[in-house]
Structure formats: structure tokens, C-alpha cells
């Protein structure tokens, strides 16, 4: 598996911001930290529960990220770099890995990681609700910039 680099964990604390206290994100799911859905202990994320520290923020990140590397990883070509599986990790964090499993981009990754064509499977998953949402349009850019760095 490969690691994950800061540009990685960066491009995710930048997008997902940090809360504190327990909040509802744009597509209207109890969130907390940066973008800390379910506790490492498996619960979800409720909007009465007690704030938390950025200590412990960076805590949840990390283990959703080492989840995530985990189950992306068997998907995933063997010869990514570092950038290309950070960018994947990050679309991962902020769609599930259930959303990579199924999508045209994990299939022109693993045919040709260089495919021009990638750039535009990121840009097509920049709707929450049927809604075309310009943070989410950044994100994409992000991941597509940090994926061909």
C-alpha cells in the first residue's frame, strides 16, 4: 500500500475545514472535525454530541484516512504514485469508497494512469442533491491537479 502523503492530507483539511462542534453539511449529514462522519468506534456523527479538540479532529481524519487507503487500495493498479492515490483517498473521504468502486474514473485509472480523460471523471462529481455546488467543483479540480502533479 502506499503511503499517504501531506499534499493528500492537506488537500482534505483544506476542503473539509475543521468544526469543533458537531454540525450539518451541505448534503445535510451530521458532521464533526474535518468531515468526520462516524466515530472510529462506528457511530455516527450526532448534533448533540459534545465538541471535540483538533487534537482529536486530526485523530478521526487519520483513521478515516488509514480506512479508506485500506479499502481502496485492492482496487487500485499497483504502479500509482503517491499523488495519484492521494487524490483517489481524497475523492474516497468525501464520497465513499462505495462511490470510487463504481465509477468510470477507477476504470480509466487502472487502464492508464495517465489518461488525459481522468481530469474529466473527477469534474463529474460536483452534485449533492441534484445541485451543482462550487466547493464541490474546487474539490474535483484539487484532486484532478494533485492527481496529474
Not at 479538540?53 to 480506512?67: H, P, R
Amino acid at each position: 500500500m502506499i503511503i499517504v502523503n501531506q499534499k493528500c492530507i492537506d488537500l482534505i483539511k483544506s476542503f473539509e475545514g475543521l468544526f469543533l462542534k458537531p454540525y450539518f453539511c451541505p448534503a445535510n449529514v451530521c458532521t464533526i472535525g474535518y468531515g468526520t462522519i462516524k466515530y472510529p468506534n462506528g457511530t455516527r456523527v450526532r448534533i448533540t454530541d459534545v465538541a471535540i479538540t483538533e487534537a482529536k479532529a486530526m485523530e478521526y481524519l487519520m483513521f478515516e484516512i488509514d480506512q479508506k487507503s485500506k479499502a481502496i487500495d485492492p482496487m487500485l493498479r499497483e504502479d500509482l504514485t503517491g499523488s495519484q492515490f492521494g487524490a483517489l483517498i481524497s475523492f474516497a473521504y468525501n464520497l465513499g469508497e462505495g462511490a470510487l468502486r463504481q465509477s468510470t474514473l477507477l476504470k480509466k485509472v487502472n487502464a492508464n494512469p495517465l489518461d488525459a480523460q481522468i481530469r474529466n471523471e473527477f469534474q463529474k462529481w460536483i452534485y449533492a442533491d441534484g445541485k451543482k455546488l462550487n466547493g464541490l467543483l474546487r474539490r474535483r479540480n484539487a484532486e484532478a491537479d494533485l492527481y496529474f502533479s
